[in-house]
Structure formats: C-alpha cells, structure tokens
C-alpha cells in the first residue's frame, strides 16, 4: 500500500544522516501504485529514493521522493544448472545474500554487507571481492514514468561497466524499478582471489557460504564504518581508470601503487584510498565531517554535519590527489 509523507525529515533515511527535508516522499509497493502517483503526470522533480546509502542531500528536496518497500523474494525456475530468483526492488540487498546463503545459492556471498537495496543494485553496479552485481542480474524491470508501462531490460542491455549502468545515464529520471531478476547456482563457485578474502575464509575452515560471507563480513566490519553508528555512504570516490602510460609514470615514481586492469583499452584503474591515504589525507578531519581513518574512500559524518561541509571536504581530497598525482577522481556518490 502507498504511503505518503510531506515535509518529511531525511536524517533517518540516508546514511550521511544529513538533516535534510523533502516536500514529499511516497513509499509504494507494486507498479500499479506507481502507474497511480505519476497519473497526472511526473511532478517537475522528483527521484527514487531507496535505501539512502550512496545518496547525499545539500540542500533540501523541493520535489517528491519515491522509495520501495516490496519485500517478495520468489524462486523462479531452474534452468540449465542456474536458479532464477526475482527480488522486489525494496528488499535489503544483504537480506537477499543472508537468503541465498541459506538456500545454499552461489553467486552474491562476496557482495555481503553491501548497504543498500536490491532495486539500487544494478543503478551503480554495486560491486566488491572480485565481483559485481551484473555478474547475477539477468533483467531489471521497471516502470517507465513517460509511457506509464512496465518494461523488462535484459542484462545485455543495462550498460554495465565499473559502478556504472544505463540508470545513470539514458534512463536517468525517466524509469522507477520495481524488481531484478537473478541468477544463482547450485554448484559452489568461490571466488576468493580478491585481498584477504583466501586467508580469511580458510581460517574459518574451507570455501562453504557461509564461511565466505563470514569472512567478507570480517573483512568489510574492519575497515568500513558502521553506518548506524558513523553516517556515511560507503566509497565516495570511484577508483580512477587513467591511461597506461600516466600508470607507468606514477608507477615508476611509487613502485608499491596498487594497479589494476580497467575494462576501458589501454588503460589502467588506480585505487583511490591508496591516492588519498597517500595524499596525507587519510583520518583528515574539519569540523563534523572527515576522512575515515581505516579507509580513506570514506568520507563520514562525524555528528550534525551538513551535505555541503560534506561536499567541501570532497573537493579538497580531490585537490590533494590532484595536486600530488595529477589524478582526477570522481565521486561515486549521488549528490542532490
Ligand atoms: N588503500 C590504502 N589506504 C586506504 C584504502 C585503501 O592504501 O585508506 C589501498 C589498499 O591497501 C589496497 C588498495 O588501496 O592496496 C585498494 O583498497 P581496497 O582493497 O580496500 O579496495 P578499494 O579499491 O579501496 C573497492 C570498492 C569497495 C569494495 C572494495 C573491496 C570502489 C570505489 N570501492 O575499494 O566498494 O568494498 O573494493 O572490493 O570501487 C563501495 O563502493 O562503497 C565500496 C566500499
């Protein structure tokens, strides 16, 4: 059932905890409820809202928000050794990876933790340990605000690439999705080459589920803050695609620089934390905001700052990185 919310206050529903209002926030269960708000046609602003967590709000939201709350997890079919799960678009994502580990289901137990839900998964491709969200999504479907019909993109067509999606870009403002489509398997398919991951899941006695999500969770409580306790949207930054030879160059100058293949040719992916850590930005602190001390991707909210502070933070890490390795980095974060 629709439920809607004027003037309502934003500080609970993003994970920078920045007191910001909206005029309207309306959270919806199935399409229909959709297809009935947006009847009379889209209001001049308005956005999805979902979990709050790689949002940050620097000014209050004049417009209406929409925010899923369906919580249904169905199992589809089973075809060709892969199960297909459909998931509202309002379940947590980490709910979803606790239910596939139960249901002895391979495919999301690196992705374990990740804040969020379900339905901003294929939005900025979440990702992390050595795999993304594209490597189970098999469709997306979505209600399209223009037509006012539902429509189902296949994978193939969602434009996936490093935090990046078709949502951010050609459908951008134009579509609400409502569910996606996964596929999982019954055979164990660990991937643990990723950092500590190997270690850590052996120590625990052997590539089982849930041994790895365990150790994914270890791994992820270490070094990134708890956002219920230290507001905050997880990485800010995008680790930086350059091009090989500025790669070479930097590589040259700190041999130890973590480098890593891009999917874009003739270039190389940076890790934005080393950058920053690097930069002596790391555990930086002004005012209520600053950089993690664990984790230099993560800027937090120490208690009552604003998007902006926030913001300027931002582009003065941006400037350090600048200034002592030439690099851009840009933000992964939604900023309104
Ligand atoms: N590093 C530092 N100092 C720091 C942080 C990192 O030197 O403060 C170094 C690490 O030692 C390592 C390298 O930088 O050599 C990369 O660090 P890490 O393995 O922690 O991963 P990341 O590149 O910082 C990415 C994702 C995370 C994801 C992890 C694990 C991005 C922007 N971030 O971080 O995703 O959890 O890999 O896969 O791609 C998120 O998107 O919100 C997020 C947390």
């Known amino acids: 059932m629709t439920q809607v919310f004027e003037h309502v206050d934003l500080t609970g529903r993003n994970s920078f905890h920045v007191k910001q209002h909206a005029a309207r926030l309306v959270e ?3 399409a229909e409820e959709l297809r009935a708000l947006f009847a009379g046609g889209a209001p001049e602003r308005w956005t999805v809202l979902a979990g709050g967590n790689n949002i940050l709000f620097t000014r209050d939201y004049d417009g209406l928000l929409v925010t899923p709350v369906s919580q ?3 199992l589809l079919d089973e075809c060709g050794g892969e199960v297909r799960v459909r998931v509202d678009a309002g379940v947590e994502w980490d709910d979803l990876v606790e239910w596939a580990v139960r249901h002895e289901l ?3 137990e690196n992705l374990s933790l990740i804040p969020g839900k379900a339905g901003a998964a294929p939005v900025q491709n979440i990702g992390a340990y050595g795999r993304e969200a594209k490597d189970v999504i098999r469709r997306v479907e979505m209600y399209c605000v223009e037509s006012g019909s539902m429509l189902t993109l296949d994978a193939a067509h969602c434009e996936f690439g490093y935090r990046e999606s078709i949502f951010k870009h050609a459908l951008k403002g134009r579509v609400v999705i409502t569910a996606i489509e996964i596929g999982l398997s019954r055979t164990p398919q660990p991937h643990l080459g990723y950092g500590d991951v190997e270690r850590e899941v052996e120590a625990r006695g052997g590539a089982t589920l849930r041994n790895i999500r365990d150790a994914i969770i270890a791994i992820r409580q270490a ?3 708890d956002t219920a306790v230290l507001g905050n949207a997880g990485s800010f930054f995008k680790n930086p695609s350059v091009e090989l030879s500025v790669a070479e160059r930097l590589q040259a100058e700190w ?3 973590p480098l ?3 999917q874009e040719a003739g270039k190389a992916k940076l890790a934005a934390g080393w950058l920053i850590d690097r930069a002596g930005m790391k ?3 002004e005012g209520s905001v600053g950089v993690h001390e664990r984790q230099a991707l993560v800027l937090v909210n120490h208690g009552g700052a604003t998007g902006s502070e926030v913001i300027a933070l931002a582009r003065k890490v941006q400037a350090a990185v600048r200034d002592k ?6 933000t992964e974060v939604n900023i309104l």
């Open 260 to 262: 890593y293949p891009s």
């Open 106 to 108: 391979w495919g999301i």
């Open 283 to 285: 555990g930086y602190r």
């Open 223 to 225: 070094k990134l803050p």
């Open 325 to 330: 390795f030439g690099v851009e980095i840009d």
């Open 72 to 74: 249904r997890i169905a």
């Open 255 to 257: 041999p130890e620089m």
């Open 28 to 30: 919806f269960e199935t």
